[in-house]
């Protein structure tokens, strides 16, 4: 199959999805193009497996996605200060989830010693992880239990990023009901997992990150 044919099939895939969507809802577009109001920030991982909305059941237009390869959230990323910025302050959301996944090409690579090269700059953000938890997760039997617990250590430090940017503190001091969760999908079954981590407000985060 030559690429023309290949991109006419995602066209024609487009006019199908769109055709089904307005049968559904005759004014689903218009009311769409009229104004963006999601409540929820999803900071998901570039993995095509993931599409954030759905997964979770919603429509375009209720979540507000930013996507990179595992999901990390990096203080000099003004790609990413960008998106929570606009999320955060013009959008009003109340909700951003940092969702990783089992089965993370990232979390993988990171765990190991090839050489990816560009990527490499990006996947030591995750070795930066590991080294903090190593312990734990070299105790585990295999391989694959270390990636899981990677992954999820990882989100745990990616919630952790969101809370201690000047954006969040900043709107939980002016009073904006704001939460910070991390939830991890397992590919497998397409279930999601709360990890627990929800995080409201300036006295749940370290003394040390904290701006006055």
Same mark, same amino acid.
């Given at each position: 199959?030559?690429?023309?044919?290949?991109?006419?099939?995602? +066209?024609?895939?487009?006019?199908?999805?769109?055709?089904?969507?307005?049968?559904?809802?005759?004014? +689903? +577009?218009?009311?769409? !193009?009229? @104004? @963006? !109001?999601?409540?929820?920030?999803?900071?998901?991982?570039?993995?095509?497996?993931?599409?954030?909305?759905?997964?979770?059941?919603?429509?375009?237009?209720?979540?507000?996605?930013?996507?990179?390869?595992?999901?990390?959230?990096?203080?000099?990323?003004?790609?990413?200060?960008?998106?929570?910025?606009?999320?955060?302050?013009?959008?009003?959301?109340?909700?951003?989830?940092?969702?990783?996944? #089992?089965?993370?090409?990232?979390?993988?690579?990171?765990?190991?010693?090839?050489? +990816?090269?560009?990527?490499?700059?990006?996947?030591?953000?995750?070795?930066?992880?590991?080294?903090? #938890?190593?312990?734990?997760?070299?105790?585990?039997?295999?391989?694959?239990?270390?990636?899981?617990?990677?992954?999820?250590?990882?989100?745990?430090? @990616?919630?952790?990023?969101?809370?201690? &940017?000047?954006?969040? @503190?900043?709107?939980?001091?002016?009073?904006?009901?704001?939460?910070?969760?991390?939830?991890?999908?397992?590919?497998?079954?397409?279930?999601?997992?709360?990890?627990?981590?929800?995080? !409201?407000?300036?006295?749940?985060?370290?003394? &040390?990150?904290?701006?006055?």
């Amino acid at each position: 199959m030559n690429d023309d044919h290949q991109l006419k099939n995602l +066209f024609e895939g487009n006019k199908r999805w769109a055709e089904k969507v307005k049968t559904a809802d005759p004014d +689903f +577009f218009l009311k769409l !193009s009229r @104004q @963006q !109001s999601p409540n929820y920030l999803w900071i998901g991982c570039s993995d095509s497996r993931v599409p954030a909305n759905e997964i979770v059941g919603v429509l375009p237009g209720e979540i507000f996605v930013h996507r990179n390869v595992a999901n990390i959230v990096v203080h000099t990323d003004l790609n990413a200060l960008s998106v929570i910025h606009y999320a955060v302050d013009i959008l009003k959301v109340n909700h951003i989830i940092v969702c990783g996944h #089992y089965g993370c090409g990232g979390i993988k690579a990171a765990l190991g010693n090839k050489d +990816f090269g560009l990527l490499d700059n990006w996947l030591r953000h995750i070795k930066d992880v590991y080294r903090l #938890y190593q312990n734990e997760i070299d105790n585990c039997t295999n391989d694959a239990e270390k990636e899981n617990m990677l992954c999820e250590f990882n989100i745990m430090e @990616q919630v952790a990023n969101v809370c201690h &940017t000047s954006i969040i @503190q900043n709107a939980w001091k002016a009073g904006h009901s704001l939460t910070i969760h991390g939830w991890i999908y397992n590919i497998e079954d397409g279930i999601l997992k709360d990890l627990k981590l929800a995080t !409201s407000n300036i006295n749940e985060i370290s003394y &040390t990150h904290r701006i006055n």
